[in-house]
């Protein structure tokens, strides 16, 4: 019994000291201005402009179709609706509305 404390509070110090160098390195690589591998910064994000200021996530929008979420940039627009491709514009457009619907 003595072994199975023993085991949960070497996992619970050891969980501990991973979050506690975590915590370390990101506050270290935020003061020094550190970037990733990858050139983005970790502290913020990763998301970075040329200049080095945080960039805004793409807005994203619902298709009226299928209800999926997809970015504004590969969104179609038709007659003041949003679609996330152009096969479910014309699907949509192709139903009967008003009295042609009943």
């Not at 050891?14 to 979050?19: E, I, T, Y």
């Not at 009226?64 to 457009?93: I, K, L, N, T, W």
Request: charged share 15%.
């Amino acid at each position: 019994m003595r072994q199975i404390f023993l085991l949960i509070l070497l996992f619970i110090v050891g969980q501990w000291l991973v979050k506690a160098l975590r915590r370390h390195d990101a506050h270290t690589a935020q003061r020094t201005g550190a970037r990733g591998a990858n050139g983005a910064g970790a502290a913020n994000g990763g998301v970075h402009a040329s200049n080095g200021q945080p960039q805004l996530a793409e807005p994203m929008i619902r298709c009226v179709e299928c209800g999926v979420h997809a970015p504004e940039s590969d969104s179609v627009s038709v007659a003041g609706q949003a679609f996330c491709c152009a096969a479910h514009a014309q699907r949509h457009g192709a139903r009967p509305s008003g009295r042609d619907a009943r």
